[in-house]
């Protein structure tokens, strides 16, 4: 014991000063307990508790290994450090206070690394400090209160209660076991997903892993046995609502969990309690909390039978009634938590509302909630943060009205349904009755006028601007539904219309204020501005989120005062209006001239919005208030020429907005193609002379194998009916979504049956959406019988529908060139290709003939061509080979020799494009050249394209050789590839570039050949070649002798001098 062993007293030193390695290799990062990442090279003082005996002990800092390492530690105090650290990490990571320091993503990382696995263990511990940090970091990897924030404040905006399902977009590939089995033998998605490990299910999607794991009971338990801290049990309610968010299954299991909802209920939103002692109590048990409220709210938003649920087996109306009458001052709360409270409880009423439910409690509530509406224009606060509470909860209030109010219009249908049904499925009419609601409407445009007063006041324009909208949807939803009212006074009401008009929307129109809104369109839009949605911090696939922490800092889109919703109710009101009183249209078109409105306008054309969860959410927003701009402009184009001189503008917007449309917004797609798309009015271009523009553009051509695109185009705009027809038709496979989207567009509240919108994979419509009847053609015949089938047992109006199709697609190509930007060249000629592989003869058609030359075209024009990349797979398609494949196949077997369907297969021989078409053609396919006779004149592409470069490819040179040789290629027969054949053997054979010993050996044995044919005129078409010529006879010019190089070159291979050639 006496002897000294300095070795295991090294840890008792001094540590070293930390160093920078003179490495470029990337170092391990450290985080202080608060999650800051530490500098590698920073000296911190060793009392902070962040050195420890790790790898690198004079480092500062925990890695995320050593905190994962720590969080199994014996010790309690250590296992709570280590997960709060990660909790504070987590944080930090979705701020994206990392993103500029460290490669890769920290959240990534963390969830590979089981992060998940590691919280959920954690929140069984029996300890009850490391359990609480455990559900600090569960919060800290799912929830966003910025995104709660948005949600919240979009919720009264015009269908603000409906939202996206928080659903991972990125989907395992379908496994490949159960190819070939039977129907009945394959396995369902369901009884996949239950094979699937723990593990395999989180990397996919975080929240069902979590749900996997059997994380609601344990949440459960904590809540109802550990009775925890008041942060934890806010923690855990917000956890709950962000998993209720993901989808209407885990709000589904949410409701199933045993006691769960129930404790809820019974401990945070008590019918009675005592008031706290402090601002802070020390237990929320027995206090009524408004995130408690915000969950059942989020929950009923799920679907009407969660919602009734709610209501009826859980007391949900109780809650609405005892919570709803009751005085924010009097709840003997705190004044926000009170007001949130009051907020969330009116929000969740009108979600019940939304359903055409809890209507009954209306009428039993009707003098609280007019007293409620009657003080709503005064309200008054003792800060401007509760100014905002009481201003959120008179908007919510409305929002109740107006639902309501679209309950109450649907009754009489609902009647009427109900004696028609004769045994059909129909909802029962709702208990309230319209008669319930006209009350409300003075009321309402009594405020809505003293918001328009107000606007005139700088201290009251600020809540003004923030209630308007939802006074203004009010009035929308009253006026529309009072027009299908048994009870309707047309005269009436067009007098009120009127005077509204004239007392509120003028006024407002005209405004300073509002005209400050518009001219903040396009500086504000998410359309035009894609970045402004960019996530600002760490987003995984797995784990979906909205990111608003970027839009609420650089942008007000998304914030109270958002210029999107005040203009959107307004111009929704407006459509409404003109519908009905249709003498007032004209007075309106200031709004949609204004320059700030037609310059947003032209800024969205071109545009290219990306879509995820990050944009969507306000994407859908935006659409709305572009939708209704559209229309109102439709409206105006045919009773104002100023307007009708942008006509060509809102064509070109409305067919960019067709492309965008998300998810839910099916019924203004097909309101758009059914008035807007089609429409005459929209296409001045027919009417000014641009067809016979665009017959003069075509004169520099020498011969004319189709008619004049003018007079195309003019054929194309006499049948603008029958094409929307033809389109509508092709669309109706989308009906029953239509038809849902259509219910909530229109307010018929009992026929609704989820406030979540479909899950977000994308646009509603593809972009390739013009060529849809092409390709569903092709679908039904051309893939089923390999394209033989003839035009006479194609189904009936297929020709018809692949002429439409073509005549709009013509139109475009010619006057809304923009539309189709979306569309690579390549996946243009792919989708024209249907028109050759679904039948034997369609492409025979005169009409499709026609059409499909003046497409070809357009797409062979220099800047098409250019941009013509057939390296790229077209949508759809594992390769552009393929397509490529099977079109030789249908033109061996039908093409009888014409020239339209030549073209197309001479396209892809051009020089720059993979060789492997070309060979396919010399290969195997070498028969067809006898009937590939596309003369030099019709080829619509410059001859040089094929000829220059030099080809490369040996193998494709002695195949070129082979068929000349052999007559398989002849210039009577195939002019243009005969040239192309020439031209390639002529500049290989006379090459002077440094080549391989074998690529020398075959030149001069091609050479030594071609000097010893036969067929004189073959032989001197080779040698003598000099430069394509695609407006000659031959297609070539020709050498009168062989140039000396040339010569000696010639001579030093066969040994024999070279006399010249004939022309």
């Given at each position: 014991?006496?002897?000294?062993?300095?070795?295991?007293?090294?840890?008792?030193?001094?540590?070293?000063?930390?160093?920078?390695?003179?490495?470029?290799?990337?170092?391990?990062?450290?985080?202080?307990?608060?999650?800051?990442?530490?500098?590698?090279?920073?000296?911190?003082?060793?009392?902070?508790?962040?050195?420890?005996?790790?790898?690198?002990?004079?480092?500062?800092?925990?890695?995320?290994?050593?905190?994962?390492?720590?969080?199994?530690?014996?010790?309690?105090?250590?296992?709570?450090?280590?997960?709060?650290?990660?909790?504070?990490?987590?944080?930090?990571?979705?701020?994206?206070?990392?993103?500029?320091?460290?490669?890769?993503?920290?959240?990534?990382?963390?969830?590979?690394?089981?992060?998940?696995?590691?919280?959920?263990?954690?929140?069984?511990?029996?300890?009850?400090?490391?359990?609480?940090?455990?559900?600090?970091?569960?919060?800290?990897?799912?929830?966003?209160?910025?995104?709660?924030?948005?949600?919240?404040?979009?919720?009264?905006?015009?269908?603000?209660?409906?939202?996206?399902?928080?659903?991972?977009?990125?989907?395992?590939?379908?496994?490949?076991?159960?190819?070939?089995?039977?129907?009945?033998?394959?396995?369902?998605?369901?009884?996949?997903?239950?094979?699937?490990?723990?593990?395999?299910?989180?990397?996919?999607?975080?929240?069902?892993?979590?749900?996997?794991?059997?994380?609601?009971?344990?949440?459960?338990?904590?809540?109802?046995?550990?009775?925890?801290?008041?942060?934890?049990?806010?923690?855990?309610?917000?956890?709950?609502?962000?998993?209720?968010?993901?989808?209407?299954?885990?709000?589904?299991?949410?409701?199933?969990?045993?006691?769960?909802?129930?404790?809820?209920?019974?401990?945070?939103?008590?019918?009675?309690?005592?008031?706290?002692?402090?601002?802070?109590?020390?237990?929320?048990?027995?206090?009524?909390?408004?995130?408690?409220?915000?969950?059942?709210?989020?929950?009923?938003?799920?679907?009407?039978?969660?919602?009734?649920?709610?209501?009826?087996?859980?007391?949900?109306?109780?809650?609405?009634?005892?919570?709803?009458?009751?005085?924010?001052?009097?709840?003997?709360?705190?004044?926000?938590?009170?007001?949130?409270?009051?907020?969330?409880?009116?929000?969740?009423?009108?979600?019940?509302?939304?359903?055409?439910?809890?209507?009954?409690?209306?009428?039993?509530?009707?003098?609280?909630?007019?007293?409620?509406?009657?003080?709503?224009?005064?309200?008054?606060?003792?800060?401007?943060?509760?100014?905002?509470?009481?201003?959120?909860?008179?908007?919510?209030?409305l929002v109740l009205l107006t639902q309501v109010t679209q309950t109450a219009g649907c009754h009489e249908e609902l009647q009427r349904g109900l004696v028609n049904a004769q045994g059909t499925e129909c909802p029962p009419p709702p208990p309230v009755l319209w008669s319930h609601v006209t009350g409300l409407q003075p009321t309402v445009i009594s405020s809505l006028k003293g918001c328009v007063r107000a606007l005139d006041g700088s201290s009251q324009m600020s809540s003004a601007l923030i209630l308007l909208p939802s006074y203004l949807l009010y009035v929308e939803a009253y006026y529309s539904q009072l027009c299908v009212q048994s009870s309707f006074q047309p005269v009436q009401c067009l007098q009120e219309l009127e005077s509204l008009t004239s007392d509120v929307l003028l006024p407002l129109i005209s405004h300073q204020a509002m005209q400050n809104m518009t001219s903040s369109f396009r500086s504000n839009s998410v359309i035009c501005n894609p970045g402004l949605s960019a996530p600002a911090g760490e987003v995984v696939p797995s784990l979906p989120g909205l990111s608003c922490s970027r839009l609420m800092n650089s942008s007000k889109i998304a914030g109270p005062n958002s210029p999107l919703p005040l203009?959107?109710?307004?111009?929704?009101?407006?459509?409404?209006?003109?519908?009905?009183?249709?003498?007032?249209?004209?007075?309106?078109?200031?709004?949609?001239?204004?320059?700030?409105?037609?310059?947003?306008?032209?800024?969205?054309?071109?545009?290219?919005?990306?879509?995820?969860?990050?944009?969507?959410?306000?994407?859908?927003?935006?659409?709305?208030?572009?939708?209704?701009?559209?229309?109102?402009?439709?409206?105006?184009?045919?009773?104002?020429?100023?307007?009708?001189?942008?006509?060509?503008?809102?064509?070109?917007?409305?067919?960019?907005?067709?492309?965008?449309?998300?998810?839910?917004?099916?019924?203004?797609?097909?309101?758009?193609?059914?008035?807007?798309?089609?429409?005459?009015?929209?296409?001045?271009?027919?009417?000014?002379?641009?067809?016979?523009?665009?017959?003069?553009?075509?004169?520099?051509?020498?011969?004319?194998?189709?008619?004049?695109?003018?007079?195309?185009?003019?054929?194309?705009?006499?049948?603008?009916?029958?094409?929307?027809?033809?389109?509508?038709?092709?669309?109706?496979?989308?009906?029953?979504?239509?038809?849902?989207?259509?219910?909530?567009?229109?307010?018929?509240?009992?026929?609704?049956?989820?406030?979540?919108?479909?899950?977000?994979?994308?646009?509603?419509?593809?972009?390739?959406?013009?060529?849809?009847?092409?390709?569903?053609?092709?679908?039904?015949?051309?893939?089923?019988?390999?394209?033989?089938?003839?035009?006479?047992?194609?189904?009936?109006?297929?020709?018809?529908?692949?002429?439409?199709?073509?005549?709009?697609?013509?139109?475009?190509?010619?006057?809304?060139?923009?539309?189709?930007?979306?569309?690579?060249?390549?996946?243009?000629?792919?989708?024209?290709?249907?028109?050759?592989?679904?039948?034997?003869?369609?492409?025979?058609?005169?009409?499709?003939?026609?059409?499909?030359?003046?497409?070809?075209?357009?797409?062979?024009?220099?800047?098409?061509?250019?941009?013509?990349?057939?390296?790229?797979?077209?949508?759809?398609?594992?390769?552009?080979?393929?397509?490529?494949?099977?079109?030789?196949?249908?033109?061996?077997?039908?093409?009888?020799?014409?020239?339209?369907?030549?073209?197309?297969?001479?396209?892809?021989?051009?020089?720059?494009?993979?060789?492997?078409?070309?060979?396919?053609?010399?290969?195997?396919?070498?028969?067809?050249?006898?009937?590939?006779?596309?003369?030099?004149?019709?080829?619509?592409?410059?001859?040089?394209?094929?000829?220059?470069?030099?080809?490369?490819?040996?193998?494709?040179?002695?195949?070129?050789?082979?068929?000349?040789?052999?007559?398989?290629?002849?210039?009577?027969?195939?002019?243009?590839?005969?040239?192309?054949?020439?031209?390639?053997?002529?500049?290989?054979?006379?090459?002077?570039?440094?080549?391989?010993?074998?690529?020398?050996?075959?030149?001069?044995?091609?050479?030594?050949?071609?000097?010893?044919?036969?067929?004189?005129?073959?032989?001197?078409?080779?040698?003598?070649?000099?430069?394509?010529?695609?407006?000659?006879?031959?297609?070539?010019?020709?050498?009168?002798?062989?140039?000396?190089?040339?010569?000696?070159?010639?001579?030093?291979?066969?040994?024999?001098?070279?006399?010249?050639?004939?022309?």
């Amino acid at each position: 014991m006496d002897k000294v062993e300095p070795e295991k007293l090294e840890w008792t030193r001094d540590l070293p000063a930390p160093r920078m390695l003179s490495t470029k290799k990337a170092m391990q990062a450290r985080f202080d307990f608060a999650g800051t990442l530490i500098p590698p090279n920073k000296d911190l003082p060793t009392h902070l508790g962040l050195h420890h005996h790790g790898e690198e002990p004079e480092l500062a800092g925990y890695s995320l290994q050593e905190l994962f390492l720590l969080s199994r530690s014996q010790l309690n105090q250590q296992r709570n450090l280590a997960v709060s650290t990660l909790a504070n990490v987590l944080t930090k990571a979705h701020a994206g206070e990392y993103t500029s320091s460290l490669k890769g993503s920290v959240l990534s990382s963390l969830l590979d690394a089981g992060l998940l696995f590691l919280l959920r263990f954690s929140l069984d511990d029996g300890v009850e400090g490391v359990m609480s940090a455990a559900v600090h970091a569960l919060r800290a990897l799912l929830v966003s209160s910025d995104d709660e924030e948005c949600l919240d404040n979009a919720f009264p905006w015009l269908l603000g209660m409906a939202t996206f399902p928080l659903l991972p977009t990125a989907q395992e590939d379908e496994d490949v076991e159960d190819e070939g089995l039977d129907e009945a033998l394959k396995e369902t998605a369901k009884e996949k997903e239950e094979k699937k490990t723990d593990h395999d299910v989180a990397r996919q999607d975080v929240v069902k892993g979590f749900l996997k794991m059997q994380g609601l009971p344990r949440l459960r338990y904590i809540l109802e046995v550990v009775r925890p801290s008041p942060r934890v049990v806010l923690d855990i309610l917000e956890i709950l609502i962000r998993i209720a968010r993901h989808s209407t299954a885990a709000a589904i299991q949410i409701l199933d969990c045993p006691r769960l909802m129930d404790t809820v209920i019974s401990e945070f939103l008590p019918c009675s309690w005592t008031p706290a002692t402090s601002q802070a109590p020390s237990s929320l048990y027995g206090l009524p909390i408004a995130l408690a409220m915000k969950l059942l709210r989020v929950l009923a938003s799920a679907g009407r039978h969660a919602c009734a649920r709610i209501l009826n087996s859980l007391g949900g109306k109780e809650l609405l009634s005892r919570f709803v009458v009751v005085e924010p001052s009097e709840m003997l709360l705190e004044a926000g938590e009170a007001l949130c409270c009051s907020t969330e409880v009116l929000r969740l009423f009108a979600v019940a509302a939304g359903y055409g439910q809890a209507c009954s409690l209306y009428m039993d509530l009707y003098p609280v909630l007019v007293k409620r509406l009657q003080a709503g224009n005064r309200p008054c606060a003792s800060s401007e943060a509760v100014l905002f509470l009481e201003l959120d909860r008179i908007r919510a209030l409305l929002v109740l009205l107006t639902q309501v109010t679209q309950t109450a219009g649907c009754h009489e249908e609902l009647q009427r349904g109900l004696v028609n049904a004769q045994g059909t499925e129909c909802p029962p009419p709702p208990p309230v009755l319209w008669s319930h609601v006209t009350g409300l409407q003075p009321t309402v445009i009594s405020s809505l006028k003293g918001c328009v007063r107000a606007l005139d006041g700088s201290s009251q324009m600020s809540s003004a601007l923030i209630l308007l909208p939802s006074y203004l949807l009010y009035v929308e939803a009253y006026y529309s539904q009072l027009c299908v009212q048994s009870s309707f006074q047309p005269v009436q009401c067009l007098q009120e219309l009127e005077s509204l008009t004239s007392d509120v929307l003028l006024p407002l129109i005209s405004h300073q204020a509002m005209q400050n809104m518009t001219s903040s369109f396009r500086s504000n839009s998410v359309i035009c501005n894609p970045g402004l949605s960019a996530p600002a911090g760490e987003v995984v696939p797995s784990l979906p989120g909205l990111s608003c922490s970027r839009l609420m800092n650089s942008s007000k889109i998304a914030g109270p005062n958002s210029p999107l919703p005040l203009p959107t109710a307004l111009l929704y009101l407006l459509n409404t209006i003109t519908s009905i009183h249709k003498g007032l249209i004209k007075k309106f078109s200031r709004l949609i001239l204004s320059d700030s409105v037609l310059s947003y306008l032209q800024s969205c054309i071109g545009a290219m919005p990306s879509v995820s969860h990050m944009s969507s959410w306000i994407l859908r927003h935006e659409h709305h208030l572009l939708y209704l701009l559209l229309r109102l402009a439709h409206k105006l184009v045919p009773v104002d020429p100023e307007v009708a001189k942008h006509a060509s503008l809102f064509h070109q917007v409305s067919l960019a907005l067709l492309s965008w449309l998300l998810p839910g917004g099916e019924y203004l797609a097909h309101e758009l193609l059914s008035v807007m798309t089609f429409s005459h009015s929209l296409l001045p271009e027919g009417g000014c002379g641009e067809p016979e523009v665009a017959a003069l553009a075509e004169l520099q051509l020498k011969e004319r194998t189709s008619p004049a695109v003018g007079a195309l185009l003019r054929d194309a705009l006499n049948h603008l009916p029958s094409i929307r027809g033809c389109y509508l038709t092709h669309l109706a496979h989308m009906e029953p979504s239509v038809l849902s989207s259509r219910d909530r567009y229109l307010g018929r509240t009992p026929f609704i049956r989820s406030h979540f919108l479909p899950e977000l994979t994308g646009p509603s419509l593809p972009s390739d959406w013009p060529f849809l009847p092409l390709i569903s053609l092709y679908e039904r015949t051309g893939w089923s019988a390999g394209g033989g089938q003839l035009v006479e047992s194609l189904p009936a109006g297929s020709v018809q529908s692949a002429t439409h199709c073509l005549q709009w697609l013509l139109v475009l190509e010619s006057w809304r060139e923009q539309a189709l930007t979306a569309v690579p060249p390549v996946a243009k000629l792919a989708r024209l290709a249907c028109v050759f592989l679904c039948s034997s003869d369609l492409f025979l058609e005169r009409p499709v003939q026609e059409l499909t030359w003046a497409l070809f075209r357009r797409l062979t024009q220099p800047a098409q061509l250019d941009a013509l990349d057939l390296g790229s797979a077209p949508p759809g398609l594992a390769s552009f080979h393929d397509l490529y494949s099977a079109l030789l196949v249908q033109y061996e077997a039908v093409s009888f020799g014409d020239p339209l369907f030549g073209c197309f297969m001479l396209l892809p021989l051009q020089r720059r494009y993979n060789v492997t078409m070309r060979l396919a053609v010399f290969g195997e396919h070498v028969g067809m050249l006898r009937s590939l006779g596309v003369s030099l004149q019709q080829l619509p592409v410059p001859l040089e394209k094929f000829t220059s470069p030099m080809e490369d490819s040996l193998p494709l040179l002695r195949l070129y050789f082979r068929a000349l040789v052999t007559g398989a290629l002849k210039r009577n027969w195939c002019p243009v590839l005969y040239v192309v054949a020439i031209a390639h053997l002529n500049a290989f054979i006379f090459s002077q570039d440094a080549v391989t010993e074998e690529v020398e050996a075959a030149r001069r044995s091609l050479l030594r050949t071609t000097y010893y044919l036969t067929d004189e005129v073959l032989k001197n078409h080779i040698l003598l070649f000099r430069l394509p010529q695609q407006n000659s006879e031959l297609g070539f010019s020709t050498y009168e002798q062989l140039p000396p190089i040339r010569a000696r070159w010639l001579e030093s291979i066969v040994g024999t001098e070279e006399k010249g050639g004939e022309r």
